[in-house]
Structure formats: C-alpha cells, structure tokens
C-alpha cells in the first residue's frame, strides 16, 4: 500500500515510484542559508505569530506537494527565524558552564568560542532568534541574536567565518562549494534541511497527506502532514508548510506521540526572496579578536560509503545493525565495553544531569539503564550493548529482550 491516504487512494504503481523519485531529489535540494546546524531532532525554528487566516489555495494532493518541494529552486532569500526546542531535558543549570569553562570557551585543547560546534549546547535548548540570508551555493551567512551579543557564521566561496562579539573571537577555515553543501546536509538548520530529512523516512510505514493551508511569515503555504503508520514510535506526527508559489518549506513542526509542546518546531518569521545585498556577507575580523585557523571541510566523496563501512568505521562500535523498520528502527551496537559507569564524573552538574535522565530496568538481557528525551531514547545494557531510536522504553526493552 502506498504511504499517502486520502487523497491518494488512486496512485498508481508508475506515479508511486515518480513520488519516490521526486522524495530522493527533494532530499538533494539543499537551501545553503547556514554552514553550522544541528542534527533535526535538537533544534526548531519557531513559526510565524501572523496569522490571519487559512489561505484559499487551489487543491493539490500530497504527490504534487512532495513535487513541488523538489522542484523548489530557491537560492537567494534573506529573513528571520526564532529558534524554540523542547527535548524534555531537565535545567542545565550549573551544566553550560562546565561546558562554557571548558573547551567549547578555547579550554586547554586551544579551541575557540567562535567554532560552530561552541553554539550546539545553546540551541538545544531555549528560544532564540536568528537572521539568515543566502544568496547561491557559496554565499551563506546565519547570525544568533543573543540578549546584547552576537555570533555570526559566514560563507563566501572558500571561507568560512564564525565570530562570537561576546569573546571577541573568530574562528575562520576554508571549503570547496561542495563540501560546504556536505556539511550543511550533515546538520539541518532550516525548515527546508529538516523536510528534507523528513522526507528521507517517508516509507510504505508512513501516511502522508496534505492537511489544509496556513499563512506563514505572510505567505500562502499548504501544509503536508507526515505520520508513522506503527505504534511504539516517539513520533507523533510532522507538519511542513510548503509556499505555494515558491515549493520553499516555510515551517517545520515535529510533536511528539506523547502529546504536549512541540519538540522540534520551525518557521520564518520573516521572509524575503530578493537577492541579498553583497556586503551581507563580506566578513574582516575586528582589530585586537583572537583568530583560530580550523581544519579544511571535508569534500563529499570522503564520506560517500556503504552503511556497512560507516558501521564498521565506528571506532569502539561492535556489530552495528539496525531492528526493526521505518519509524520504529532501533540502532543496535556494542561499545566492547561494560555500562553505564556508576563511579561519580568528577563533576556533580553532570553526575546530575545523566542521573535525571537514566531509568534503571531489568529484562532477559540483565539490567540497564534507559536515557530518555521527548524524542529519542536509548539503553545501555550492563554489558556494554546499546539500543537507541525514536522509539519507546518498552520498544527498546522489547528489542534488546528479543536479541538473546
């Protein structure tokens, strides 16, 4: 049976694979509004608060909106987002800053408080604003509006700049056109990336249909509305609004099945698709900042390797296969090693921090601990064996129970 219900009843086996083929090239279209990102299921971009009404919009099925999205050939825009996530963690508290003290601030292995992966911790949790604006492959630039301080993240051609006001610091390394779109793939930033990668997981498991219209940062958008078939998963439904001129997805929202807030929820503010001006993302570093050189992007073909290579390229990673299929696939691995350690870190913000997380629980395989978010758990046997998805803590107890 083919995934879409509804308005799709009719697809036939040609038109199907035409979908999965417009589902592969949707997943190859890549907006190139940021370089630094975060994995989909730890960052959102708050939708638009304008709203003044659904939009009467011509009738289109979810094939046509799915096609729409991959003909979409958006490459110059510029705009407000708001960034909101909701994994379910407890305060950080004391815990950013351990992290701030640390590394992520250029600590002892002479990193720098300017390097995109310094910002993840801060958006994986809060609200916060960004500005993006793009203008063709290799010219990007995305900035974090934070209180009184700033951090910036450009690309123009071959060089990348971050820059953090607060510390004065800038953190500058250089890529090719292509290996800017690899990493940009790698860490979806955007209600484009995350429908991107939602799209990937589109299956004979999963109902999608199109759900009425909405208005969008001012814009007349359709909303496509992506649901597992299976119980068990921890995903209760994706909605994208999609532009009806432009196929640009303009907000992305993932609720959890558990009910309540939104985990990940994306969507312009504003939005404006002239070309930016070529200032935008000129970038001198400011007199006095500290600047650290960072290794070159990575080209794509470095990483272009079978699932099996990757598995077995995962150091301290024994035998890592995957249980089950679409939404409740459960990613089975062993560290070669024992559990969960149950000697103290050293530091009390952290030891604080997993022990609110983990949940003890016993099975065939023994006993072990459960870490759980809104979205993704995982179980770690006392054995050293691990089982992770978006799935439930009965779905992974089941698994690990079955793999005795």
């Known amino acids: 049976m083919a995934p879409y219900e509804s308005d799709d009843s009719s697809t036939n086996a040609g038109e199907a694979e035409d979908v999965r083929a417009g589902r592969r090239k949707a997943a190859r279209y890549i907006v ?15 939708p638009a608060l304008a709203d003044s009404g659904d939009p009467d919009l011509p009738k289109i099925s979810a094939q046509q909106l799915i096609e729409k999205i991959a003909k979409s050939d958006v490459e110059q825009l510029s705009g407000t987002v708001k960034i909101t996530t909701d994994l379910g963690l407890p305060d950080l508290g004391g815990l950013e800053s351990s992290f701030a003290s640390g590394a992520v601030q250029g600590g002892d292995d002479g990193g720098s408080s300017a390097d995109p992966s310094s910002k993840l911790m801060e958006l994986a949790a809060g609200t916060h604003t960004l500005r993006v604006a793009t203008d063709g492959p290799d010219k990007s630039k995305i900035s974090l509006l934070d209180s009184a301080a700033e951090y910036s993240l450009i690309h123009n051609g071959t060089d990348v700049w971050g820059y953090d006001s607060e510390s004065n610091e800038v953190y ?21 990336e995350l429908a991107d990668e939602a799209l990937k997981a589109v299956d004979d498991t999963t109902s999608v249909t199109v759900d009425g219209t909405a208005q969008v940062a001012g814009r007349d958008a359709y909303k496509l509305l992506i649901k597992p078939k299976q119980s068990g998963s921890t995903v209760g439904a994706i909605s994208i609004a999609v532009d009806s001129k432009t196929g640009l997805p303009l907000k992305f929202t993932l609720t959890p099945a558990s009910g309540g807030a939104a985990v990940v929820d994306a969507g312009f503010t504003k939005v404006d698709f002239s070309k930016p001006a070529a200032s935008t993302f000129d970038f ?67 030891d604080g921090f997993l022990n609110s997380l983990g949940d003890q629980v016993t099975g065939k395989f023994g006993s072990g601990t459960v870490f759980s978010t809104r979205l993704v758990n995982a179980l770690i046997t006392d054995d050293g064996k691990v089982y992770a998805g978006a799935v439930t803590k009965d779905a992974l107890v089941k698994a690990a129970n079955a793999a005795q």
Do not use: C, R
């Open 32 to 46: 190139p509004v940021a370089v630094m990102g975060v994995a989909a299921a730890t960052i959102g971009l708050v």
């Open 172 to 192: 500058h390394a250089t890529t090719s056109k292509s290996g800017a779109q690899k990493e940009q793939e790698d860490v979806p930033a955007t209600p484009k």
């Open 284 to 350: 001198t570093p400011p007199k006095g900042a500290k600047v650290t050189e960072g290794d070159e992007v990575q080209a794509p073909e470095s990483s272009q390797k079978s699932d099996e290579d990757l598995g077995a390229g995962l150091d301290g990673l024994d035998g890592l296969k995957t249980i089950g299929e679409g939404w409740n696939a459960i990613a089975e691995f062993d560290t070669g090693g024992e559990g969960v350690p149950s000697d103290s870190s050293g530091n009390s913000d952290v």
